[in-house]
């Protein structure tokens, strides 16, 4: 019951910034984390940054120090600022939500539906 909806890809030239958006909506018993994941073509579906309920971030070695993922609760809004893209980062961007929907809930994830990124040259 919880809906994520992704905004802000684009079209990039090499050494150009984005900062993609996660809106929600719907309730949940409780978050554990929220992340932003991407799938190349030909490729797996892989974690490029993730930030806990708690604040803490981790981020892919290919990202590190380019994007920077954080957090607006009260706009209920997760972002992905990218900066110094790189063509290997073209990719279908997926955001995520790891939750409980109820006390008696396991954790489950919640994905919208992408948004994609496309850097050139």
């Known amino acids: 019951q919880v809906q994520l909806v992704e905004s802000g890809g684009g079209l990039v030239q090499a050494g150009g910034s984005l900062r993609l958006s996660c809106a929600a909506s719907?309730?949940?018993?409780?978050?554990?984390?929220n992340g932003w994941y991407r799938q190349a073509p030909g490729k797996q579906r892989e974690l490029v940054a993730r930030?806990?309920?708690?604040?803490?971030?981790i981020y892919a070695d290919s990202v590190k120090g380019r994007f920077t993922i954080s957090r607006d609760n009260a706009k209920n809004t997760v972002y992905l600022q990218m900066n110094s893209l790189k063509p290997e980062d073209t990719a279908v961007y997926y955001c995520?939500?790891?939750?409980?929907?109820?006390?008696?809930?396991?954790?489950?994830?919640?994905w919208g539906q992408g948004t994609q990124v496309t850097v050139s040259s």
């Open positions: 930030i806990s309920s708690a604040g803490s971030t």
């Open positions: 995520n939500c790891n939750a409980r929907r109820s006390y008696y809930s396991a954790n489950s994830d919640y």
């Open positions: 719907g309730s949940t018993f409780s978050v554990n984390a």
